[in-house]
């Protein structure tokens, strides 16, 4: 086995770093769904071919704009094996044509240790994905296996997007009664961070949790879904998740840029879409 | 689209309180690592028909004397193609030979709502599976799109098995500070299990924990890792596992019974791990 834990020189953290300075904050979620595929790729492709060439095209047309890529693998799971070969392939072009760009296998994955080491060579190894997203439930010590790998990027969720996310994640916590997901936050930023790989998962559609996570993990990187289709109010997250650089966002957008066309123009729509959302993030940013 | 909502004839739960009521309450753990299998699996076979072989000689060497299977996802995935080729067969495998017997998919899932619905048809549809593992983060509404398939199992990890399993469960919930995998087992029992489809992971390594557990779930099915290789007291978990019927447990193996020898008996083996498994669990049930 090749020990990678050296390899800092290409990092997430040192890839995504570059990109910020060129005031790249948008990641685009490629989150495919084979019935919203333009018509243009269905006819004649493969599932397979149909997926890869759908990522490829918006990966193509939107590199110059992005700080990351963020394929959720469920959408390719969804299709057995023809789905994670597109998804491997879309990887792997990703990498051959843009390396600095890295890619964010988001896959909500978490086991006890012994078992995550699969987790870990599916995603870094077979995959070769440069991040991966993890359920923070089962502890820093089940999740070794992702932190120990100092190349990659291990990004926790803590405050999920999603409507109902506040049953657990809200819950009061010990004698101060903080939220869950503000513990879990701290303890990324205090204890699970010793390699500097750690980023967190904090919703667009809830800002004020967003500006209390900030407020106690100094820098770290926010990885933000809820842009768009979720609703999530761009002005409000950005204000709070921008970090003392006015930096460390990593905004997602997937719908929003990835459906701005079902038609031929699919993938024209999608850099559109992409730079008019880098501009009003430098906008509010800037603000 | 089929709609499976109404298949409950062969529900998870319906095969599962079959398997019980003959006094099966050992679940096998097939979680092959390539370096572990026997050599006589590897010499001239692909990895794909090794892990396949594998599986199904212990399914064959095991079947009557179990409730259910438990395939680790992450093992298979760490293969790339190839492993997730040798679980598709190996759990159609087991559906098409022994029928009765449920196949868990270990997985560990949990996305925001409308990307679970791929997870949804990776675990149930492409695979087969009859339940799926998810993570509790989330919340219900995330998980809607598992807990609305009445026909499948929908098992939520509440306590789990790892040494640091206690960093977040374990966490004072509220004014009576009652530790968070409480609030999640409780939430699960009372509000996610509308369909009656719920069941819960709590892990061997915990009885007491296991113990609090059944206190207030009623008679919610408890499948539990941790026994064996993980050093688990089986007489102490038992004794908390039991609901009042003397049953509801899925008691995991899975390195002390697929490891039980690595020469061409390991199907043999494994038979005679897995029965003495089930004499000790079916002793302490009744003592």
């Known amino acids: 086995m090749i020990d990678h834990s050296q390899e800092d020189t290409a990092s997430f953290i040192s890839l995504l770093e570059k990109r910020w300075l060129a005031n790249h904050f948008v990641c685009v979620g490629l989150d495919p769904e084979y019935a919203r595929l333009p018509a243009v790729l269905k006819e004649g492709h493969s599932i397979e071919e149909a997926f890869y060439i759908f ?26 094996d023809a789905g994670m070969r597109a998804l491997a392939r879309i990887i792997a072009y990703c990498k051959k044509h843009y390396p600095t760009i890295p890619v964010i296998l988001d896959a909500k994955r978490a086991d006890i240790g012994n078992t995550n080491q699969g987790y870990v060579s599916a995603a870094f190894e077979h995959l070769q994905a440069d991040a991966i997203t993890v359920h923070p439930y089962l502890g820093r010590e089940a999740l070794a296996p992702f932190l120990q790998r100092r190349d990659k990027g291990i ?75 979720q609703g999530g109010d761009l002005a409000a997250t950005v204000r709070a998740a921008r970090n003392s650089r006015g930096s460390g ?3 997602n957008s997937s719908r929003g840029i990835i459906y701005a066309s079902n038609g031929a123009d699919f993938a024209e729509a999608a850099g559109k879409a992409t730079a008019q959302l880098r501009s009003d993030i430098i906008f509010h940013r800037d603000k």
Not at 58 to 80: D, R, W
């Open 249 to 251: 966002m990593i905004i």
């Open 55 to 80: 990522g490829r095209e918006i990966i193509a047309a939107t590199h110059e704009l992005v700080c990351a890529y963020k394929p959720n693998s469920a959408f390719y799971e969804a299709q057995g």
């Open 155 to 229: 990004i926790v969720l803590v405050k999920t997007s999603n409507p109902g996310s506040g049953e657990l994640q809200d819950l009061p916590v010990g004698p101060a009664g903080e939220p869950l997901y503000l513990v879990v936050a701290r303890n990324v930023a205090q204890k699970w961070n010793s390699n500097g790989n750690c980023a967190l998962v904090v919703g667009a559609t809830y800002p004020s949790d967003i500006a209390r996570v900030r407020a106690v993990v100094d820098d770290l990187p926010l990885l933000i879904p809820g842009i768009g289709a």
